[in-house]
T-cell receptor, first 113, second 110 residues
Framework: EAQVTQNPRYLITVTGKKLTVTCSQNMNHEYMSWYRQDPGLGLRQIYYSMNVEVTDKGDVPEGYKVSRKEKRNFPLILESPSPNQTSLYFC????????????FGPGTRLLVL | KNEVEQSPQNLTAQEGEFITINCSYSVGISALHWLQQHPGGGIVSLFMLSSGKKKHGRLIATINIQEKHSSLHITASHPRDSAVYICAVNGGGSNYKLTFGKGTLLTVNP
């Protein structure tokens, strides 16, 4: 089954404790991206990747890191999480850049205390 | 930076009604997406448009590139259509970013 998976689905952590949210797709997609969704602000793009080893900032990259060492995986790293990073996070992939149909993961709900 | 505006923010309809949700954007794009998010659920892509019109079942999406405007129509609405509908645009050229509207919350009452 074609899908985008994210882990963990729910996470409660404390300020400053490094964490990684994994994202994996099995569709051989070139483009992968991370978004956060907040009430009243909607979805905002954090980082995206056009291919292996090629990443670029979205609209809200501060406090986040990403890497794309393999085509199928695109982890999101919070080196020192802060409460303002409490949010619902979605990973997505598409065949090519942002002009193709986006396939979203199920979401990761993060609470930073 | 592209600004994406959706209207209305909230919409309540009776089952069977024809629904229209609008999306306007400020600068040229290479593609526009319509997404659906059910309460507590994930996000599903409904349409990706670069021109013209697309239809899938009771859903129709149109885009007018010159006017920088798109509409999502739902015919014969049903309570299961109740969801947040989100418009997103991809900038043209080498711009790979996606910019989103804030969404339209649709409630269809039986």
């Amino acid at each position: 089954e074609a899908q985008v998976t994210q882990n963990p689905r729910y996470l409660i952590t404390v300020t400053g404790k490094k964490l990684t949210v994994t994202c994996s797709q099995n569709m051989n997609h070139e483009y992968m991206s991370w978004y956060r969704q907040d009430p009243g602000l909607g979805l905002r793009q954090i980082y995206y990747s056009m291919n292996v080893e090629v990443t670029d900032k979205g609209d809200v990259p501060e406090g986040y890191k990403v890497s794309r060492k393999e085509k199928r995986n695109f982890p999101l790293i919070l080196e020192s999480p802060s409460p303002n990073q409490t949010s619902l996070y979605f990973c997505a992939s598409s065949r090519d850049r942002g002009t193709e149909t986006q396939y979203f993961g199920p979401g990761t709900r993060l609470l930073v205390l | 930076k592209n600004e994406v505006e959706q209207s209305p923010q909230n919409l309540t309809a009776q089952e069977g009604e024809f629904i229209t949700i609008n999306c306007s954007y400020s600068v040229g794009i290479s593609a526009l997406h319509w997404l659906q998010q059910h309460p507590g659920g994930g996000i599903v892509s409904l349409f990706m448009l670069s021109s013209g019109k697309k239809k899938h079942g009771r859903l129709i999406a149109t885009i007018n590139i010159q006017e920088k405007h798109s509409s999502l129509h739902i015919t014969a609405s049903h309570p299961r259509d109740s969801a947040v509908y989100i418009c997103a645009v991809n900038g043209g050229g080498s711009n790979y970013k996606l910019t989103f509207g804030k969404g339209t919350l649709l409630t269809v009452n039986p």
